[in-house]
């Protein structure tokens, strides 16, 4: 099956390829391995779907007070946040108006932003205040020189940037989510990092993305998570629009390593998920425990995978700790090897996109959720429309 068979709207379970010659359905296939391999797709990516698709930040813990800030860094592009005096939080591209010295590093607390090549200086929202002997130009306006200002959006603390002008809001590419945390973890505005984990991968961001995204290998491949997370023959990841919700009844909390109280609300006893295409996720454990996945693309064949997990007011908790370090022994270690290994037989020759296990009824043992990521993996790279711009 070529590419055009397989691209067009956002694809649901029910989708089926048909055979031209005769009705015979024929079974859709998984992505072509160029898509993972071939460097000139990941420019694209880079250049296209990272550019204007919804990317993670930083907490917005790191910039509770005036003059706080914090660099980041999408699709190559140097960027900062900054909250400046009257409570606004502000992201810029990091880059001076004069002649294009980077201005800030690292994370911080600063009154001003003050350009370490000639100190031109810029108020908190970016306009510029002041530069030695400007005032000697003729015609020199300060007042027509800002910084260059890059969308923010705040979700539940988490601050997540676009490089597109124009992008639809979070609420739009991710309906009803933010509600959803809210109900899942009643505290979410109060949390803040307790601890990161980063796990570097030898696969493209994608096959770690597709990994994440499917459950189909989760009982073979693990145990711990599940027969002591999820109840498997509950489990379903349904696209709501570009966000892939995780659902599953949780198993054995009566003997969970860890104290749950069921009473203290609705969702207290449940595990969820909800992945933010094209690179993070909103993970919850029973007891309403956040924590979080984050892709950084490093290249064609590496992906870094931070874990962030979450407490209120970040104060220490042995419980989370304990889980943070139980799952990266589990299921990140248990699904390194996966990908990896898949890796490398997509730079085999012997490799031909074998049929995606589409079962109408969904579930644990189907890949729709696959089929709706690589539907989405296609159109990244192609020429943006305008329809269909933040897509
Ligand atoms: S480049 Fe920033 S002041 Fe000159
Ligand atoms: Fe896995």
Known sequence: MNDAMN????????TKAVNDSDSTPQPIRSLEARYYTDPDIFHLEQAGLLARTWQFAGHSSLVNKPGDYFTFTIAGENLFCVRDREGELHGFYNVCQHRAHEL???EGNTREVVCPYHAWTYTLNGQLRTG???NSVPGFDRSRICLTPVRIEVFHGFVFANLDTDAAPMDDWFPGVREELEAYVPHIERLQPLEWIDTPEACN???SVENYSECYHCTLNHRAFATGVIKPNTYDIQPQGHCLRHTTASANLDRMSYPIDLDSNEHAGEYSSWFLWPMFSFQVYPGNILNTYHWRAESTDHVTVWRGWYTIDGTDSEVVR???SQDRATTVEEDIHLVESVQRGLNSRGYKPGPLVLDPACGLRSEHS???LQQWMRDAIKPV???DKHL
């Open 322 to 324: 304990r889980l943070a």
């Open 385 to 387: 429309k305008n329809h």
């Open 370 to 372: 696959v089929h709706a």
């Open 205 to 207: 961001w994608k096959v």
């Open 7 to 14: 691209s067009g709207s956002i694809p649901t379970h029910r």
């Open 132 to 134: 030695p002997n400007v």
């Open 104 to 106: 800030l590093s690292g």
